[in-house]
Nanobody
Framework: QVLLVESGGGPVQAGGSLTLSCAVSGHTKQSYYIGWFRQAPGMRREGVAA???????RYAESVKGRFVISQDNAKTTVYLAMNNLKPEDSAMYYC???????????????????WGQGTEVTVSS
């Protein structure tokens, strides 16, 4: 059983930065990808970024150049550094994992089996 716990959300002003953390356990460290998703009220869940065990990454076009996904050397925590935040970045942010993984990192939610409970980000203008 893979467990994921997000943290680091909160209020921030437009143009500011915030880093989310996702603590991961129970995954196969030689084969996985972990992604960040977000969902605003009334909107579909959107893939933001993903990373695999080789540090290969993938980003949604809407966050390229502003968000950076990374992980610690122990491969137990995945981070999402969010810079130059905009009000439209406001959402509940979730991390998700697929392990073992047969594909490169994905940013479509139907490729993930395990999900965290989410952490909320609110960007004010």
């Amino acid at each position: 059983q893979v467990l994921l716990v997000e943290s680091g959300g909160g209020p921030v002003q437009a143009g500011g930065s915030l880093t989310l953390s996702c603590a991961v356990s129970g995954h196969t460290k030689q084969s996985y990808y972990i992604g960040w998703f977000r969902q605003a009220p009334g909107m579909r869940r959107e893939g933001v970024a993903a990373i695999d065990e080789h540090d290969f990454t993938r980003y949604a076009e809407s966050v390229k150049g502003r968000f950076v996904i990374s992980q610690d050397n122990a491969k137990t925590t995945v981070y999402l550094a969010m810079n130059n935040l905009k009000p439209e970045d406001s959402a509940m942010y979730y991390c998700a994992a697929e392990s073992p993984a047969l594909l490169p990192p994905q940013i479509t939610d139907d490729e993930y089996t395990y999900w965290g409970q989410g952490t909320e980000v609110t960007v004010s203008s």
